[in-house]
């Protein structure tokens, strides 16, 4: 059984930042891929930064130069820096991880529960 748990969101002011992370536990063979994703009330779940476990790092196009994503490999960990928060920042974040629970076993993506980034003055 794997668990993704996330932690480090809140309210901040335009221009603000906030640091999430996102800690695996569990049944863990191997991570894949670690990311985040966000959903806004009346949108679809999109991809913020997602990044292969040493691999390079993509963006969305709405955060190149204002996120970044890092992951501790040693503790199964990913971090999305936001600098420069926007109102339209403003949503529900969710981690993501595609791991291996066993050495014959096929990636899964995983989620966690979400955290609330509210971008507002």
């Known amino acids: 059984q794997v668990q993704l748990v996330e932690s480090g969101g809140g309210l901040v002011q335009p221009g603000g930042s906030l640091r999430l992370s996102c800690a695996a536990s569990?049944?863990?063979?191997?991570?894949?891929?670690m990311g985040w994703y966000r959903q806004a009330p009346g949108n679809e779940r999109e991809l913020v930064a997602r990044?292969?476990?040493?691999?390079?790092?993509n963006y969305a196009d709405s955060v190149k130069g204002r996120f970044t994503i890092s992951t501790d490999n040693a503790k199964n960990t990913v971090y999305l820096q936001m600098d420069s928060l926007k109102p339209e920042d403003t949503a529900v974040y969710y981690c993501?991880?595609?791991?291996?629970?066993?050495?014959?076993?096929?990636?899964?993506?995983?989620w966690g529960q979400g955290t609330q980034v509210t971008v507002s003055s």
């Open positions: 993501h991880a595609v791991i291996r629970v066993e050495f014959i076993s096929s990636p899964t993506g995983y």
């Open positions: 569990g049944s863990i063979f191997s991570i894949t891929t």
């Open positions: 990044v292969p476990v040493g691999g390079i790092a």
